[in-house]
């Protein structure tokens, strides 16, 4: 674990009036959190603003381009599929499917590694040895691959995507958590607490966690775009989210064989990807710069 890049301190937090300024001030994080507050709500909004039913077919209404070419119509704004599906309706629902996988990766991947992270920053010895054992097997394997062979032999509902992402992507997690809770153990709060006779259990949620949180956050947001590209990634392969799901992946999946002659097909769920991963990638650069002391910030 030498290779492995080391955490500042864990300072006390930052005020919040001063957070609030350096919130308002930042416009990377601004930026990044309307584009994801835009994203979020049409996934909310989906079910109500949503033109068509997502899963309706219409051959007789194949490749109809978007509204801004000539033969666009505003009966389909952004067009239809090879299968006659309305293009907008199932961008609105493809952004839940992508959140719901971004969120549930990180909650899954975050409790694992955090866990992890916490017992063998705090315990040391040889709680460490074989929590850094696990930790450096898992790095070991190659995750891609990894997943592509699970969801190759178990199948590719939405479901099993979600778990053996979460199964796999703990590491970052946990090597972070590591190298904070390290600095943070030795630290004068956390011998008062132990002088005091608080628990173990009760000193690593009460002072540890809390002291470490904002790395926490940081490590998650990237985790969580992460895992969207991921998914978008097994599922433009065939091996992710199955059809007729309306996975922004899976939408430029199906789209590959008329990428030449309806380019559109791919542009459109591929930008909308790459928004949601710049977002969220936003967001996490800015907490970090927002939750550092004055001489990172």
Same mark, same amino acid.
């Given at each position: 674990?030498?290779?492995?890049?080391?955490?500042?301190?864990?300072?006390?937090?930052?005020?919040?009036?001063?957070?609030?300024?350096?919130?308002?001030?930042?416009?990377?994080?601004?930026?990044?959190?309307?584009?994801?507050?835009?994203?979020?709500?049409?996934? +909310?909004?989906?079910?109500?603003?949503?033109?068509?039913?997502?899963?309706?077919?219409?051959?007789?209404?194949?490749?109809?381009?978007?509204?801004?070419?000539?033969?666009?119509?505003?009966?389909?704004?952004?067009?239809?599929?090879?299968?006659?599906?309305?293009?907008?309706?199932?961008?609105?629902?493809?952004?839940?499917?992508?959140?719901?996988?971004?969120?549930?990766?990180?909650?899954?991947?975050?409790?694992?590694?955090?866990?992890?992270?916490?017992?063998?920053?705090?315990?040391?010895?040889?709680?460490?040895?074989?929590?850094? *054992?696990?930790?450096?097997?898992?790095?070991?394997?190659?995750?891609?691959?990894?997943?592509?062979?699970?969801?190759?032999?178990?199948?590719?509902?939405?479901?099993?995507?979600?778990?053996?992402?979460? +199964?796999?992507?703990?590491?970052?997690?946990?090597?972070?958590?590591?190298?904070?809770?390290?600095?943070?153990?030795?630290?004068?709060?956390?011998?008062?607490?132990?002088?005091?006779?608080?628990?173990?259990?009760?000193?690593?949620?009460?002072?540890?966690?809390?002291?470490?949180?904002?790395?926490?956050?940081?490590?998650?947001?990237?985790?969580?775009?992460?895992?969207?590209?991921?998914?978008?990634?097994?599922?433009?392969?065939?091996?992710?989210?199955?059809?007729?799901?309306?996975?922004?992946?899976?939408?430029?999946?199906?789209?590959?064989?008329?990428? *030449?002659?309806? *380019?559109?097909?791919?542009?459109?769920?591929?930008?909308? +990807?790459?928004?949601?991963?710049?977002?969220?990638?936003?967001?996490?650069?800015?907490?970090?710069?927002?939750?550092?002391?004055?001489?990172?910030?």
């Amino acid at each position: 674990m030498s290779d492995i890049v080391q955490i500042p301190p864990v300072v006390a937090a930052v005020a919040p009036s001063r957070f609030r300024r350096r919130v308002l001030k930042h416009k990377g994080l601004l930026i990044g959190s309307g584009i994801f507050a835009i994203i979020v709500l049409m996934a +909310l909004l989906a079910p109500f603003v949503s033109p068509h039913d997502p899963y309706a077919q219409d051959l007789t209404n194949r490749l109809v381009p978007p509204v801004w070419y000539e033969r666009g119509s505003w009966l389909h704004p952004l067009g239809t599929d090879n299968l006659g599906r309305d293009y907008l309706s199932r961008m609105l629902y493809g952004a839940q499917i992508s959140l719901l996988i971004g969120l549930s990766v990180m909650v899954i991947s975050g409790l694992i590694g955090t866990a992890l992270g916490l017992a063998a920053g705090y315990f040391g010895g040889r709680i460490d040895l074989i929590v850094t *054992f696990i930790i450096t097997t898992r790095l070991a394997l190659p995750v891609v691959l990894v997943a592509l062979a699970v969801v190759a032999m178990v199948g590719g509902t939405l479901g099993i995507v979600i778990a053996v992402l979460g +199964l796999l992507k703990w590491d970052r997690f946990a090597v972070v958590m590591r190298s904070a809770t390290q600095q943070v153990r030795s630290l004068d709060y956390v011998e008062a607490a132990r002088a005091s006779g608080a628990s173990q259990l009760r000193i690593i949620l009460r002072e540890v966690l809390p002291n470490v949180l904002p790395h926490l956050i940081v490590v998650g947001t990237v985790e969580a775009a992460s895992a969207i590209l991921l998914e978008a990634a097994l599922s433009f392969l065939g091996l992710g989210v199955q059809p007729p799901l309306p996975s922004w992946g899976l939408m430029i999946s199906e789209a590959k064989n008329f990428m *030449f002659f309806s *380019f559109w097909l791919i542009a459109i769920p591929g930008s909308a +990807l790459a928004l949601l991963v710049l977002a969220i990638n936003m967001i996490g650069d800015g907490l970090r710069d927002v939750t550092a002391p004055d001489s990172r910030s």
